[in-house]
């Protein structure tokens, strides 16, 4: 215990350091005594003060079991910023002699501390460098730590056995490898950079398995953003198995997802959110749905904030020591780590790794730039590993300029938590923006228009050849919102309730339907505010709707990254029976201008009210005092009073000091009431000595009454806090029901971003011919004439459909048609086709000048061929028989896909099967040859 404030401040800044550090080391475990009185036998932890030395009395030495570990150099609260400068002080008590001991070698651990801070060495490492600690570690870890050979970072420059390759991405080999020589060479943060979807989870799982089994960690931290992902990484941890065993993750070592205040102390891996372990290091409570949010979307509790006015601090906790992890890994570590939540990694004093997809300057900042391995989302996609994107716009006259409802009108109004209505007038001019919708206002019209403008888009020009709706994901901005989307979804498509289902925590089935969602035919479209908003993986999503603006890049990236997975034939065909190939690409559909806001400030909200609730709360804050302000501000706040949930209700007398929000509207009701203000007139003139009557009273003494009673009244409302509070519950409590705004479809299509990107796309591919002409041996073909005599084969097309694809260019031959149909839509024809790689030479064709439209490479064959057919049965004696046709049908097939055929290729594939060489031979005679050679000329050329 510290001594009353006033002992305390009259104590010398060494003295009072002294005390503190006292109090570090008993909370920590240690038994602190002074030379004269000391007792080893007294506890296993001993930290006796002054204990002499050949080079002078030690501040303080640490005995375990009576075997000295240890030394503290203490020093005042003021020498914190040279404290680095007391270490060759302690280094000099470290490896002095003890008197009365007969320590035969230097102290391993050496402690710097000011009460304030503590800096650490640990000498048995290969290069010691001190680190700041938050608190003192207890005396069974320093125990253990001398009892082993070699310390962590001993071991982990000695370097771990090579990787195992087999099964690891390229990137996520660069990833564990960069991480080991990080840990290596001691840096205690460490940032992998991975683009979403390129295995993040299973890298950090594996570098685990490395330093537990290897490195001889002893447990990790793995931090994630929500529980809904701490169960998606533990079902990860039990599906890993090491390439060196064959038994599973979690048959190996032991892994608790923390649901409490208590580490298991068998677990060799403990899975938590970061505000759990807030919580349990701080002392304040968070409510168990915390837990679900992601931390873009919840802020660290106003409680905490209030308290300290930065929040509640991190304080020492026993039963979870800053000892407890030798690795904290973070996954997307983003802008949660920043804010009140650092302290959680502040704390322990452990090697911070940290993975994500969406760096920022803050994150490379808090990893001191040490970026261990860097894969991108364009490396991503370049590796198939990832699929690129388009982006559809949709723009509504209502999403765009909001609407406007006169007072009087009579329109549902709804409580957003039981979605219960009343149809009533509206007490004032409300006009909204698009950045009301959903929020205070809902325009069922502009929902419905939307979702009518992407089914439209999705059906004709996106996936025309889809006879389902591709798996559909469209984020709202609530819960409430989420409900009305579900609506308009299933009434649009016609469909019902399997089509479309709302995936949300608030959800009891959420889990089972976002199960579904990966897995099953239903359902095709999900709405979700925040469930499926980061790190949860779905791969056969194709589309993304965004019917909610994102102000974090961050957080948007994350978003995006929900559609970014491959996924190959198979696993799509088995939830989208009618998609013809591997997922190639998704379509991020704008309804409210994200990509514009992401590059903007936000733009103010447009106002035309007559008095709204914000505004009589200002006026009465500025000093109107009229009695129509004043009455209509409380009879709107006893209206109020009797819609708020108990929450909503609480978080106002809060800031009002206690006063509930309906006592506040009596009370200015009550200020205005005539016979108050006549007694509180007469006391006023009884307590002067004035004699009056109700009678006899002034008007300016009844003036003066009024004023003091609305001045009282009014007071608490000088609060902006109060006001603001006010505004948003009556924001939150209830929406209008705007019946009468109907909304009008005003642009569906790409976005002139995305035009911009296709038009550069094909300004890189036509530039790239004319460079590279006689480069690629393709196009040599194109360029050496004459074309009619040569035949494209398909190595040949596989390497220039290769050098395209690579970075820079990154031209795959999906991404240029899709950017010629945006660009020449009434040219292009089979946008919605699976591509081949014969599809280069039609893309090499159009791009030359040499076909007016760009078509299938199959089509093109397919048209070819039927004109080749007919004039060769016109000039012979007899028509090609069936079976010939079967044959000839069969050639023009491999022609299509191989963009040649020759005679080997009749022993392969589909034309072995039906008989090969020989058969065709039979068929054909001498005929066969020139055929072919006919064939390869007149369906290609």
């Not at 009185?37 to 375990?64: C, H, K, Q, W």
């Not at 996954?331 to 911070?352: G, M, P, T």
């Not at 080997?904 to 039906?914: I, R």
């Amino acid at each position: 215990m510290l001594p009353p404030k006033g002992e305390y401040r009259r104590m010398t800044p060494e003295a009072r350091a002294r005390l503190i550090i006292d109090k570090q080391l008993v909370d920590a475990g240690w038994l602190v005594q002074d030379l004269k009185t000391a007792n080893l036998g007294a506890a296993s932890g001993i930290a006796v003060r002054e204990f002499m030395t050949d080079a002078g009395p030690a501040d303080y030495v640490l005995f375990v079991d009576r075997r000295p570990l240890g030394v503290i150099e203490a020093k005042r609260e003021e020498a914190g910023e040279n404290l680095t400068a007391t270490e060759p002080q302690t280094e000099r008590y470290a490896s002095a002699r003890l008197k009365w001991t007969t320590n035969h070698q230097p102290l391993p651990f050496l402690f710097e501390a000011t009460g304030q801070i503590i800096r650490f060495t640990d000498s048995r490492d290969p290069a010691p460098r001190s680190r700041e600690i938050f608190h003192f570690f207890r005396p069974e870890q320093l125990d253990a730590w001398a009892g082993e050979p070699r310390s962590l970072r001993k071991r982990l420059a000695d370097g771990l056995p090579a990787l195992a390759e087999a099964g690891l991405r390229g990137c996520q080999v660069s990833a564990v490898t960069g991480l080991e020589t990080s840990l290596a060479a001691n840096r205690p943060r460490a940032l992998v950079h991975m683009a979403t979807g390129a295995g993040k989870t299973f890298t950090a799982i594996t570098a685990i398995y490395r330093l537990l089994k290897f490195g001889g960690a002893r447990r990790v931290l793995f931090l994630v953003d929500t529980r809904n992902l701490g169960k998606q990484a533990h079902q990860e941890f039990m599906a890993y198995t090491p390439p060196d065993d064959g038994r599973t993750f979690t048959e190996l070592y032991n892994v608790q997802r923390l649901a409490g205040p208590a580490l298991d102390p068998h677990a060799q891996v403990v899975i938590s959110t970061i505000q759990r372990l807030y919580s349990v290091l701080s002392g304040q409570p968070i409510d168990d749905s915390a837990d679900d949010l992601s931390s873009f979307e919840v802020a660290p509790p106003a409680s905490a904030e209030r308290q300290t006015g930065q929040g509640r601090l991190v304080r020492y906790n026993p039963a979870v020591p800053v000892e407890s992890f030798d690795v904290v890994v973070i996954d997307e570590c983003h802008r949660s780590i920043y804010n009140l939540w650092k302290q959680v990694l502040d704390y322990f004093d452990a090697f911070l790794v940290g993975l994500t997809a969406t760096p920022d300057n803050r994150t490379y900042g808090f990893f001191n730039q040490n970026i261990v391995a860097e894969y991108s989302y364009e490396d991503s996609v370049a590796d198939a590993v990832n699929v690129g994107y388009d982006v559809w716009e949709i723009q509504t006259d209502v999403t765009g300029q909001g609407g406007a409802l006169q007072a009087r009108e009579w329109v549902d109004h709804r409580d957003r938590a039981t979605r219960v209505k009343r149809w009533a007038q509206l007490d004032e001019d409300t006009a909204y923006t698009g950045r009301d919708l959903d929020r205070s206002v809902v325009n069922k019209s502009q929902i419905r228009q939307v979702i009518q403008a992407m089914k439209s888009a999705v059906e004709t020009r996106l996936f025309p050849a889809r006879k389902e709706a591709p798996k559909t994901l469209i984020f709202a901005k609530t819960d409430s919102h989420a409900d009305d989307i579900v609506q308009a979804v299933r009434e649009v498509y016609d469909q019902g309730n399997a089509f479309c289902r709302k995936v949300t925590y608030g959800e009891k089935d959420a889990e089972g339907v976002l199960q579904a969602f990966r897995n099953d035919y239903h359902p095709r479209i999900a709405v979700t505010v925040d469930m499926i908003a980061t790190g949860t993986d779905v791969k056969p999503l194709e589309v993304l709707l965004f019917m909610r603006d994102v102000r974090s890049r961050g957080y948007y990236e994350q978003m995006k990254g929900r559609g970014v997975r491959g996924l190959d034939a198979e696993g799509l065909r088995k939830v989208s029976a009618s998609a013809e190939g591997a997922k190639t690409r998704f379509v991020l559909i704008d309804a409210v201008g994200v990509e514009r806001s992401l590059k903007t400030d936000s733009r103010p909200l447009e106002r035309q009210p007559t008095v709204p609730l914000d505004s009589l709360l200002k006026q009465v804050a500025m000093g109107t005092r009229d009695d129509d302000t004043v009455l209509s501000l409380g009879n709107r706040l006893v209206r109020l009073a009797r819609l708020l949930d108990d929450g909503q209700q609480q978080r106002i007398a809060q800031a009002a000091g206690g006063v509930p929000v309906g006592e506040l509207g009596r009370a200015l009701i009550q200020a205005l009431n005539p016979d108050a203000i006549e007694q509180a007139a007469l006391a006023t003139a009884q307590a002067a000595g004035i004699t009056r009557s109700a009678g006899t009273l002034t008007d300016a003494e009844r003036d003066a009454a009024r004023s003091a009673r609305v001045a009282a009244a009014c007071a608490a409302f000088d609060s902006p806090d109060l006001r603001e509070r006010i505004e948003t519950a009556r924001r939150e409590r209830e929406q209008i029901i705007d019946h009468v705004n109907l909304d009008t479809l005003r642009f569906s299509g790409f976005s002139e971003q995305a035009d911009g990107q296709a038009q550069a796309a094909i300004q890189a591919f036509e530039d790239h011919l004319r460079h590279h002409a006689d480069e690629i041996a393709a196009l040599g073909f194109v360029y050496g004439q004459p074309w009619q005599r040569r035949a494209l084969v398909l190595d040949q097309v596989q390497a220039l459909h290769d050098n395209l694809a690579r970075p820079p260019l990154m031209l795959t031959t999906e991404r240029l048609w899709a950017a010629y149909a945006r660009v020449q839509g009434n040219r292009v024809k089979g946008v919605g086709l699976r591509r081949q790689l014969t599809d280069i030479v039609s893309l090499l064709r159009f791009a030359l000048g040499l076909d007016a439209e760009l078509r299938p490479f199959a089509d093109e064959v397919d048209r070819r061929f039927q004109t080749w057919v007919f004039r060769h049965n016109a000039q012979r004696a007899t028509a090609f028989t069936p079976e010939q046709m079967d044959w000839l049908r069969a050639m023009k097939d491999h022609i299509a896909a191989s963009a040649v055929i020759e005679i080997d290729d009749l022993d392969f594939a589909d034309l072995a099967a039906k008989g090969g060489r020989q058969r065709a031979w039979n068929l054909f005679g001498q005929e066969l040859s020139g055929l072919m050679d006919e064939m390869n000329v007149e369906l290609v050329a």
